[in-house]
């Protein structure tokens, strides 16, 4: 009996990485049934991560947060054994910003703090974070709030959540930080080598995708630098250069320095975690993908993730994404032997976004019919 790995990330806009792979389960299934499927989607580090874990069995903890700007946010974290897996988009990500207005200055990292704090509480030792998707520029400062740091202004009164708040605190406290937080082991999935401050900080390159305009800019990078500082003070060195520490709005720098977090690469973590290599073991094809593949997706996105464990496992892989701008000429060093993009069969994008469910079941045919029952790559 052939067996199919599906590991796609998901389709932004459109379809979530489980739905991908049934979709493309059932169209295989409608050619020949006797083929056996395993859906296992994968994410890498960011939205999906923890439904990507649920999804490889772990268990779904429901918990309530406030989300980028305070508002009530109903999310969950994922659960095996002593680990965690916590997601910072499904908590204080972009995608929850009510009506998409970003709030650059006051957005800020609590709500992750609180879901991290109801993990550790029931019993969790080792705490994963997924990073990406971040809506504010904190420094982690308000993850380390909701774990219990006080941050205080020159009157001894805790400053507002935020970036941009932070250029008016003057000491950070740390003998309130939940004893299981100082206990625990962290582990951030993480693609961002950035440090935390500079031009190729935190505030530079990714405020303005969360809004900041150039005197908001300006007003976080301040904070950042007074934020390193008080942070310096507090644990007697300076991380702030490291690199990746401007990761996720700089949540990775106050992870980094304050819980003693160590960083690697997303799919890299994810993968580990669903335990990919087990089920690749005994699979005769791979397929994966994600809604665009372009030249960011071959810096280490989920579908060359996929693709390089596939490769040393010496199972072929084919790639399927809503549109495709990488030429299988650059995939074939990934061990990639065939690519397909839905905009092949719908080129109007709108379209394709809403029939991608449809499409990629017509994908899946083709799959099973060339790739598998002809036996071609």
């Not at 405020?207 to 990078?221: S, T």
């Not at 990919?276 to 699979?283: D, I, R, T």
Request: glycine share 14%.
């Amino acid at each position: 009996m052939t067996r199919i790995l599906l590991a796609p990330d998901k389709f932004k806009g459109s379809l979530s990485a489980a739905d991908v792979a049934r979709a493309l389960a059932s169209g295989m299934l409608s050619v020949d049934s006797s083929l056996e499927t395993v859906c296992l989607p994968v994410a890498d580090g960011g939205d999906g991560t923890v439904d990507a874990a649920v999804t490889a069995g772990w268990d779904r903890m429901a918990v309530t947060c406030s989300g980028p700007t305070g508002e009530k946010v109903n999310t969950s974290y994922a659960r095996r054994g002593d680990t965690a897996v916590v997601e910072l988009a499904s908590a204080v990500g972009l995608e929850l910003l009510p009506d998409g207005r970003p709030d650059a200055l006051g957005a800020s990292t609590f709500g992750l703090g609180t879901v991290i704090a109801d993990a550790l509480e029931a019993g969790a030792e080792r705490i994963v974070v997924g990073l990406g998707g971040s809506a504010s520029t904190d420094g982690g400062a308000g993850m380390l709030s909701a774990l219990g740091a006080r941050i205080l202004d020159a009157d001894g009164n805790d400053v507002a959540l935020g970036g941009g708040a932070l250029r008016g605190a003057v000491h950070l406290d740390l003998s309130g930080i939940l004893p299981s937080a100082r206990n625990a082991v962290f582990e951030l999935a993480c693609d961002v080598d950035n440090p935390l401050l500079g031009a190729t900080g935190a505030a530079a390159v990714y405020g303005p995708q969360k809004g900041a305009g150039p005197q908001e800019l300006l007003y976080l990078e301040h904070g950042m630098r007074q934020w390193a500082h008080l942070v310096r003070n507090a644990i007697g060195r300076d991380v702030s250069g490291l690199a990746g520490t401007g990761a996720a709005g700089g949540t990775a720098f106050g992870a980094i320095a304050v819980l003693g977090a160590a960083a690697k690469p997303g799919i890299e973590t994810v993968l580990e975690l669903i335990d990919f290599g087990s089920a690749l073991a005994s699979a005769d094809l791979v397929v994966t993908g994600e809604g665009s593949l372009d030249e960011q997706s071959l810096h280490g996105k989920a579908p060359i993730g996929v693709a390089h464990a596939a490769r040393a496992a010496g199972v072929p892989v084919i790639t399927v994404a809503g549109r495709s701008v990488v030429g299988l000429d650059r995939l074939r060093p990934y061990g990639i032997t065939a690519s397909y993009a839905l905009a092949d069969l719908e080129p109007d994008p709108r379209i394709s976004m809403r029939d991608a469910a449809r499409l990629l079941h017509e994908v899946g045919r083709t799959l099973a019919t060339t790739h598998i029952l002809e036996g071609t790559s």
